[in-house]
């Protein structure tokens, strides 16, 4: 079993092999699980319990279950191991959620409290976890509690701490970051929904770091291209990023990014990774597959296709990989 320096050090020489073959890691501290193993892949785990949903909610038992296999499975070693190898006791941090269309369709507090328990569990303390957003009134509206103390995990918006003084750019971005990720966290879970999103096509993981930025308004032109893409750029997000955690639970396929129920439907599913385009690039796959279900047009028809995804993985960002060739898709 490694411990933690030599499981950095590992995924950081693992990480430079990555990029050899075409495929940048999003955190350069935590390489690709599949390409630790001596692989070129990027894996992705989709994970699905069927009796996740009933008529009282969502089962936190087997919603525990459910990240338990799935991270166990991300990394082939145990659950436990996964998290203390991914962060120290040293860390404070940031559970990047998505509750921009409030209840129905946000992250759901079940999973941040499984999450926030598995790190406390691993000897972080509660107050060094930050659930977090852009405004606290969106974190409210999707029925989280703001707190902030010494006593308990953290729960507030970038508009409680405001936005950096340095502006960071890369390509056709430029923008101040939260000061929640600049000065407060050390490491990101990125805890995205999956849902389609009627300007940029979808929203998963590279897209829900728009809500890290004070300006994500001016960066939906051109179905979000490049601009997604480059804020995934900003060496402050890429580092920080650990670990990507999709909301797969209730997804929506048209609509987005406001909560229609009309246009949801129970997936029952959590989707992780590392490498942010292979995620969206499946993401961007299962909208397309329940629009065909359900008989709408390809998001390519309506003018939204997600080409901002193939721009992430080519050679000027190298993001991660959208070819599923290159792509480990394991489903439990």
């Known amino acids: 079993m490694l411990d933690r320096r030599e499981f950095i050090n590992t995924t950081l020489t693992a990480g430079a092999a990555g990029a050899l073959h075409g495929t940048q890691l999003f955190a350069s501290t935590i390489a690709d699980p599949s390409i630790t193993k001596g692989a070129t892949k990027s894996r992705i785990v989709c994970a699905n319990h069927d009796d996740l949903l009933s008529k009282q909610g969502i089962s936190v038992q087997n919603l525990t279950q459910l990240l338990d296999s799935s991270i166990s499975k991300l990394y082939n070693m145990p659950a436990d191991d996964v998290w203390s190898h991914l962060f120290s006791k040293d860390d404070i941090v940031g559970l990047k959620v998505n509750c921009l269309a409030g209840r129905g369709l946000s992250t759901n507090i079940e999973l941040v409290e499984a999450i926030s328990t598995k790190l406390k569990k691993n000897g972080i303390p509660a107050n060094h976890i930050i659930i977090w957003d852009r405004h606290d009134r969106d974190l409210e509206r999707a029925g989280y509690k703001l707190y902030q103390g010494r006593r308990k995990v953290q729960c507030y918006g970038s508009n409680k701490t405001g936005f950096s003084r340095k502006l960071y750019e890369h390509g056709a971005v430029a923008s101040l970051i939260s ?134 993985a080519d050679r000027d960002h190298k993001l991660g990989t959208n070819n599923m060739n290159n792509i480990e898709l394991i489903q439990l």
């Not at 940029?200 to 829900?208: C, D, H, L, R």
């Not at 890290?212 to 997000?237: E, T």
């Not at 048209?254 to 690039?281: H, K």
């Open 179 to 312: 000061v929640i990720l600049e000065q407060q966290c050390s490491a990101i879970i990125n805890l995205p929904i999956l849902k389609d999103h009627g300007i940029v096509g979808i929203s998963a993981a590279m897209k829900n770091n728009f809500g890290v930025i004070n300006n994500p308004n001016k960066y939906h032109d051109n179905v979000g291209d490049p601009y997604v893409a480059d804020v995934n750029m900003l060496p402050i997000i890429r580092n920080k990023t650990r670990l990507i955690i999709c909301d797969a639970i209730t997804p929506q396929y048209e609509g987005g990014p406001p909560f229609m129920p009309q246009w949801t439907w129970n997936m029952n599913s959590l989707v992780l990774g590392t490498d942010p385009v292979a995620l969206d690039t499946f993401a961007w796959n299962v909208i397309e597959k329940k629009r065909r279900e359900k008989g709408f047009p390809p998001l390519k028809e309506v003018g939204r296709e997600p080409v901002y995804i193939q721009t992430a």
